[in-house]
């Protein structure tokens, strides 16, 4: 059984639910279309994703062809298969859990270690970054929307656009908080919390998860 479709392969195939291309026509289309936004997507990615596509029987060769000096290309089609494929991964994607483990919650996780003030400094440094990505990302949106893009072909900006948004105004939010000295950092955990988490334990309560 072929293995699991990687999120490259996904958009590989989708590109290919449209019209047969070839894979240097699918890098510059994925490139194009923003999609590295989406994966991490290069020359290199892409073609080792079709060789794997075609080796599994989801894509097939519908011939070559050459343009002046430029080496041949080949060109892929969806089989049968590669849409049974397609549709079941896509399913999985949406409904399924893909639990993600970000380092910033790492990040967060342990972020008492240090001063409050190298703490602000550094999601400072995010917020900066996320704000200017938020910006781009909005600003392409309404873009596309103005020339005419339907709204079914962009939930994925939706959503990331949303994710950002709610990003930048914890950051904003959080920063305050530690620059207005109003998040008591540097005490240690305390003693109430330490007897009440201990007293369950004995009592063999579970406790919340996500709390250590």
């Given at each position: 059984m072929p293995a699991e479709l990687s999120a490259?392969?996904?958009?590989?195939?989708?590109?290919l639910h449209e019209q047969p291309m070839h894979p240097y026509q699918l890098h510059q289309t994925l490139l194009e279309r923003g999609d590295a936004r989406l994966v991490r997507i290069?020359?290199?990615?892409?073609?080792?994703?079709?060789?794997?596509?075609?080796?599994?029987?989801?894509?097939?060769?519908?011939?070559?062809?050459?343009a002046g000096r430029r080496p041949e290309r080949t060109t892929y089609r969806l089989t049968d298969a590669g849409r049974?494929?397609?549709?079941?991964?896509?399913?999985?994607?949406?409904g399924d859990d893909h639990p993600a483990y970000p380092l910033f919650t790492v990040g967060l996780a342990e972020a008492n270690e240090l001063p409050a003030?190298?703490?602000?400094?550094?999601?400072?440094?995010?917020?900066?970054?996320?704000?200017?990505?938020?910006?781009?990302?909005?600003?392409?949106?309404?873009?596309?929307?103005?020339?005419?893009?339907?709204?079914?072909f962009l939930l994925?900006?939706?959503?990331?656009?949303?994710?950002?948004?709610?990003?930048?105004?914890?950051?904003?939010?959080?920063?305050?908080?530690?620059?207005?000295?109003?998040?008591?950092?540097?005490?240690?955990?305390p003693a109430d919390f330490v007897h009440a988490r201990q007293a369950l334990r004995t009592a063999g309560a579970p406790t919340t998860a996500g709390t250590r």
């Open positions: 490259v392969a996904v958009l590989l195939l989708a590109l290069n020359a290199g990615s892409v073609y080792h994703g079709v060789e794997r596509l075609e080796r599994d029987g989801l894509v097939e060769a519908v011939g070559t062809d050459r049974e494929a397609f549709a079941r991964r896509l399913t999985s994607l949406l003030g190298a703490v602000a400094d550094q999601l400072e440094r995010r917020l900066a970054r996320e704000r200017g990505r938020l910006e781009h990302l909005a600003a392409a949106y309404e873009q596309l929307r103005e020339l005419g893009l339907p709204r079914r994925d900006v939706e959503y990331d656009e949303a994710r950002l948004r709610h990003e930048v105004e914890w950051l904003e939010r959080t920063i305050g908080e530690l620059r207005g000295h109003h998040l008591d950092w540097g005490e240690p955990v």
